[in-house]
């Protein structure tokens, strides 16, 4: 591969952290753009991407629009959308896939691809919770991807308009686990961008264990409204979660990922970035569907696969998913 193979990069799910990523891609020379409908294509064909962190404000211009055919292949393609949407991204986004295009996922939860190259016993095993029909995979093979994991904050103050938080942290890795060119390269890319970037030995552990802690703080304050203090400050709910962060770190240890913290240390460390809302309470305060399947059905899919009783983790998922139905966000 050539240098500068990253010229053309689009975005397909300009919220937040797509937003932030887009915004970051265009600082560092690329011709980005974004596919985007309604408010947010309108936004960004007004204005561009626009961002604020403490007083700084930033803003590109971007090509946006609703129809990938209109902006054609590209180099990058950042998938940024909640789990729930993704289908639909599979559904619409060939346009912009061509033989030598790569595919980066910064999304939340257990990513389809999740045992692509993984290797040993659950090689290639489908995962019916985040790919039902194997269409995601069909539209967007392994061989395409770099996984993402997102360490940072960010929210929507208007469409098209991020306020970053906290966090600049992204991990990228070939499913495979293999140092690449392309995976060099797009390191340095970001890194230009100004993101903290660290390439993974294993992307799959590494999004395990964000997955370890978002998993249980997410639906719960869905359920209950709180802010993560709150939930962790709570005795008998820290308990729950922790029994919930124990069934998910058995399972680790029996597909491969094993965990060297207990509970606790996790909790320590959320506590520690103070009072937030978590993505999940910020979609249904909007009205936005849920995406349970990514951070807790597939936990429990992977628990009956590895032969790991999830009692816990069937009670959370029961009462955020009826939670969710009742208000039509699942």
């Not at 915004?23 to 936004?43: I, K, M, P, W, Y």
């Not at 600049?168 to 060099?184: D, F, H």
């Not at 030995?201 to 709150?230: C, E, F, H, R």
Request: proline share 4%.
């Amino acid at each position: 591969m050539t240098n500068n193979i990253f010229n053309k990069a689009c975005i397909y799910g300009a919220g937040a952290i797509g937003g932030w990523i887009g915004l970051r891609l265009a600082g560092a020379g690329c011709h980005v753009s974004v596919v985007a409908r309604g408010a947010t294509l309108d936004a960004l064909k007004r204005h561009g991407l626009r961002s604020r962190h403490g007083h700084v404000e930033a803003s590109a211009s971007v090509q946006a629009s609703a129809s990938p055919a209109e902006l054609g292949v590209q180099d990058l393609v950042v998938i940024a959308v909640k789990a729930p949407s993704l289908l639909e991204v599979a559904r619409h986004i060939k346009p912009l896939i061509g033989p030598d295009t790569v595919v980066l996922t910064a999304m939340n939860g257990v990513p389809w691809w999740f045992f692509q190259g993984f290797g040993g016993r659950f090689e290639n095993t489908r995962l019916s919770a985040v790919d039902s029909t194997g269409e995601i995979d069909a539209a967007l093979p392994a061989a395409s991807v770099i996984g993402c994991v997102v360490h940072a904050s960010c929210s929507l103050v208007l469409p098209g308009y991020v306020h970053h938080h906290f966090g600049n942290k992204l991990i990228i890795g070939e499913p495979s686990g293999v140092k690449t060119g392309r995976v060099a390269q797009l390191a340095a890319l970001l890194a230009r961008a100004g993101f903290d970037v660290g390439v993974s030995d294993q992307i799959q552990k590494d999004s395990w264990y964000k997955l370890w802690g978002n998993m249980t703080v997410n639906p719960i304050s869905a359920l209950t409204g709180a802010t993560t203090d709150l939930i962790l400050g709570d005795e008998l709910v820290r308990g729950f979660v922790s029994a919930v962060m124990l069934e998910a770190k058995e399972i680790g240890e029996r597909i491969g990922i094993p965990i060297d913290q207990q509970p606790e240390d996790r909790h320590a460390v959320t506590l520690k970035l103070g009072a937030f809302k978590t993505s999940m309470l910020q979609d249904v305060e909007m009205g936005k569907t849920v995406e349970l399947d990514a951070l807790v059905t597939v936990v429990k899919e992977l628990g009956t696969l590895t032969g790991v009783a999830t009692p816990f983790t069937d009670a959370l998922l029961g009462l955020s998913r009826l939670h969710a139905r009742v208000r039509g966000l699942y």
